[in-house]
Nanobody
Framework: QVQLVESGGGLVQAGGPLRLSCAAS????????MSWFRQGPGKEREFVAA????????YYADSVKGRFTISRDNGKNNVYLQMNSLKPEDTAVYYC?????????????????WGQGTQVTVSS
């Protein structure tokens, strides 16, 4: 059974940093493109960032480019999202996602497996 468990969310002041982690189990982690999505109050879930199986390629939403960094550790089955220069509009529940990929260097702005989410609140 696939499990994705997010952690690291919380309350942070605008301009501050926060690092999210996602621990994956029940899957061959290195065969999955990993991603982060978020859902703000009253909004639909939206793509944030993705990293390829190898970790060599990343892809970001325009709204977070230059502020957020996604990375992965295939030895620990973890994926991370380092968030810097946070803004109140980054307030959302952040979800970890996984999508099987045949290709080591492909990235996708989609997922077919989800974690339960972790709340990030940015105060102004």
């Amino acid at each position: 059974q696939v499990q994705l468990v997010e952690s690291g969310g919380g309350l942070v002041q605008a301009g501050g940093p926060l690092r999210l982690s996602c621990a994956a189990s029940g899957l061959l982690f290195s065969s999955y493109t990993m991603s982060w999505f978020r859902q703000g109050p009253g909004k639909e879930r939206e793509f944030v960032a993705a990293v390829s199986r190898s970790g060599s390629n990343t892809y970001y939403a325009d709204s977070v480019k230059g502020r957020f960094t996604i990375s992965r550790d295939n030895g620990k089955n973890n994926v991370y999202l380092q968030m810097n220069s946070l803004k109140p509009e980054d307030t959302a529940v952040y979800y970890c996602g996984a999508k099987f990929s045949y290709y080591r260097d492909s990235v996708y702005a989609e997922s077919d497996k989800w974690g339960q989410g972790t709340q990030v609140t940015v105060s102004s």
